[in-house]
């Protein structure tokens, strides 16, 4: 069996999920880094957003487009 090696962020991860004892520091753990991630990808979804030129207008007109393929 292969030894992992862990890198220094993955090690102090660890040394911080030790210090939790209990089911409830592990839900606020677990709150923590939905929080952290949903605020990345409302970050990048603003980007793309104004990277695109998106408006409500064109918001709407891509909700109306009614492409299919068609049946072979």
Known sequence: MEATV???V???????FSQIKTNEGMRDLQNV???YYAQ???RHADELWDELG???R????L????E???YK
Do not use: F, G, Y
Not at 63 to 66: A, D, E, F, L, M
């Open 10 to 16: 993955q090690l102090q991860l660890l040394q911080m």
């Open 63 to 66: 909700c109306s487009i009614h």
């Open 6 to 8: 862990l890198n220094p």
């Open 68 to 70: 299919r393929l068609p």
């Open 33 to 35: 880094l939905t929080e």
């Open 58 to 61: 064109k918001l709407d007109e």
């Open 40 to 42: 990345k990808v409302s």
């Open 54 to 56: 998106l408006n409500q």
